[in-house]
């Protein structure tokens, strides 16, 4: 490839741009300084440096982030911070996404990409990807709500019935439970079907992608295993990020 065609699609800035970060001397590939444009590159696990930080070759870029609370997955925030203020200018030029949304109360798992493709296969509504949530709420859950939650509740204004599986008590008022649907504000609203609150929200795996040592407000590239998790989760062991 291309070197200022690689740099410009790593998110460094136009095509022109690019040429000029070359040309003045700040791009090297290992220990070698790289002046010309048009040099081609192998960007089979490539290393380069701009400006003297190092990065490596991405085609895609595939991102876990453990949203904090009062984040907006927006890039328009309006009342609380975006998502997109964690990461830097290089990944924002490459049009990094969020896969689905988390709302701005609610902490945990959250993908980012700039893969089309990818976002929409698991967001589409036929996929179905399982995600677990953790919550607190308002009142203990009481067997007779546990059973309406997995037989299926009715939420207004969508249609069928939407049930949770491996539905667990964890502690008093602290529950974990997996959907396989992604409906607006579905969580609290299968909690407030059966009568009850979440007062605290947090997502804790997707597919068989799961938080682990990730603080709030980090964020790491997945590896082919972790993104196969992901993709896979029916196939796939417990991974955790």
């Not at 207004?156 to 974990?176: C, M, P, S, W, Y």
């Not at 938080?211 to 796939?236: C, F, I, K, T």
């Amino acid at each position: 490839m291309l070197l200022e065609k690689m740099l410009q699609s790593q998110g460094f800035g136009s095509r022109k741009h690019c040429r000029q970060l070359i040309q003045q001397g700040a791009v090297s590939i290992g220990d070698q300084l790289v002046t010309s444009p048009g040099d081609q590159v192998d960007v089979q696990n490539l290393n380069y440096r701009v400006y003297g930080q190092t990065y490596d070759y991405h085609e895609k870029v595939y991102i876990a982030l453990n949203k904090p609370r009062g984040y907006e997955c927006s890039h328009q925030a309006t009342h609380h911070f975006s998502v997109f203020g964690l990461f830097d200018s290089i990944l924002l030029n490459r049009g990094l996404q969020c896969v689905g949304r988390l709302d701005q109360d609610t902490t945990g798992l959250l993908l980012m990409t700039d893969d089309g493709q990818f976002l929409q296969a698991l967001t589409h509504p036929k996929k179905h990807v399982p995600k677990v949530y953790q919550m607190h709420t308002a009142d203990a859950v009481t067997p007779e709500q546990l059973q309406q939650l997995q037989q299926g509740v009715e939420l207004r204004n969508e249609q069928g019935t939407f049930a949770a599986t491996d539905v667990k008590i964890l502690a008093d008022r602290q529950l974990q439970m997996t959907i396989h649907q992604g409906v607006y504000h579905q969580v609290k609203r299968m909690l407030a079907a059966v009568g009850n609150k979440v007062e605290t929200l947090h997502r804790q795996q997707i597919g068989k992608l799961a938080l682990n040592e990730l603080a709030e407000g980090e964020w790491v590239y997945l590896n082919p295993g972790q993104l196969m998790a992901v993709r896979h989760a029916a196939d796939s062991d417990l991974i955790m990020v």
